[in-house]
T-cell receptor
């Protein structure tokens, strides 16, 4: 069964810093990986989707990379802002048509003004 | 940008009562899901729904749970007799083919 891990569980950085969030998965046979943002008590907002054939995706200050062979993905946030404070979740879809996304436990990010 | 809409945002219910959580998926999406997140735990899959029937369900989705698409727009999750351990955030999601999932803002269910 696919296990998805995110380290660290929590991270605090001063405003303006660049940072990297990590996501590891045990089974490298994935179809795609999606990064989400979750504000406290709120829903999941999709940030980036990387297909298994892709190495990275970018959206604004966010860049997600995927290394399937090593079972890793990273989310890079450039020039962090207090508004980036949230929990970031990664989720793996194992194959096309799979119904079940496997989620990590998340990294809670605090950006200090 | 199209959204998945969930109502209510928060529901408090007494143990043993029935609750219905409602979702309006994105209109041209074909696959619909319910996930839940118990406080402090991972988001976990409950059930998927396609072509007006359940396509897959997890071990959590026992006889107390049911889903329905009563009309062309709504998608509901019913819990027949709620237990304390059903307290969680429930998320509806929809997807079109193999693109990324779109999740709703969730319903926080508190069973007392």
């Amino acid at each position: 069964k696919q296990e998805v891990t995110q380290i660290p569980a929590a991270l605090s950085v001063p405003e303006g810093e660049n940072l990297v969030l990590n996501c590891s998965f045990t089974d490298s046979a994935i179809y795609n990986l999606q990064w989400f943002r979750q504000d406290p008590g709120k829903g999941l907002t999709s940030l980036l989707l990387i297909q298994s054939s892709q190495r990275e995706q970018t959206s604004g200050r966010l860049n997600a990379s995927l290394d399937k062979s090593s079972g890793r993905s990273t989310l890079y946030i450039a020039a962090s802002q207090p508004g980036d404070s949230a929990t970031y979740l990664c989720a793996v879809r194992p194959f096309p048509g799979a119904n079940n996304l496997f989620f990590g436990t998340g990294t809670r990010l605090t950006v200090i003004p | 940008e199209p959204e998945v809409t969930q109502t209510p945002s928060h529901q408090v219910t007494q143990m043993g009562q029935e609750v219905i959580l409602r979702c309006v998926p994105i209109s041209n999406h074909l696959y619909f899901y319910w996930y839940r997140q118990i406080l402090g735990q991972k988001v976990e899959f409950l059930v998927s729904f396609y072509n007006n029937e359940i396509s897959e369900k997890s071990e959590i989705f026992d006889d107390q749970f049911s889903v329905e698409r009563p009309d062309g727009s709504n998608f509901t999750l019913k819990i027949r007799s709620t237990k304390l351990e059903d307290s969680a955030m429930y998320f509806c999601a929809s997807i079109q083919n193999n693109y990324g999932y779109t999740f709703g803002s969730g319903t926080r269910l508190t069973v007392v």
